[in-house]
């Protein structure tokens, strides 16, 4: 949804960073200014998927799928993305001091960042449920499906579903 401060800035100035947040449905902080903001070494690929690294609010680690629609995107902004087996927020920590190269180095304020977060939990939980091996017993929370549900908290750094349910997918 377009915003009245939305209008203010030249989108096409920042056309890799809202691909990135579209991408992978990361917070502001992560793209620029951030302790944590993405490096070359947070991009990596597991089983033709590529994931993003991130740490974001109160020090938590997670590794993000990139949406199926986006991994095109991703893959031409940059071509150089390396196979890396799952880390643990140490590990990654480490990972990251040894790099200095950051992704992007400026993201204006004007953008709606959160709208990002929103379409990436719309769009990952569709994925999954079109995905979904519809063998297996389904438990719903609320009218959602309880373990897609879970991989999309997960993946936008939450822990509890109703978080998800009641400011993402609603």
């Known amino acids: 949804m ?3 401060h939305d209008i203010k800035y030249n989108a096409r100035n920042y056309e890799r960073q809202i691909a990135f947040a579209r991408a992978f449905g990361c917070r502001r902080e992560s793209i620029v200014g951030g302790q944590y903001q993405v490096k070359d070494i947070s991009l990596f690929r597991r089983n033709n998927k590529i994931y993003a690294s991130f740490i974001e609010k109160g020090g938590r680690y997670r590794e993000a799928p990139c949406l199926a629609s986006m991994q095109p995107i991703i893959e031409k902004m940059f071509p150089n993305i390396q196979e890396r087996e ?4 140490q590990q990654f920590q480490e990972l990251y001091q040894s790099s200095q190269y950051y992704l992007f180095d400026r993201y204006t ?3 709606d960042n959160h709208a ?3 379409e990436y939990a719309r769009n990952l939980y569709q994925e999954l449920l079109e ?3 519809n063998s297996r017993e389904v ?3 609320r009218v959602y499906d309880k373990e897609i549900l879970r991989e999309v908290s997960e993946a936008l750094g939450h822990s509890r579903l ?3 349910v009641e400011h993402y997918l609603r």
């Open 116 to 118: 990002f977060r929103h």
């Open 109 to 111: 304020t004007k953008i």
């Open 139 to 141: 438990e719903l929370y």
């Open 131 to 133: 995905q979904r091996d």
């Open 2 to 4: 377009e915003r009245e």
């Open 162 to 164: 109703s978080v998800v």
């Open 86 to 89: 799952p880390l643990t927020k």
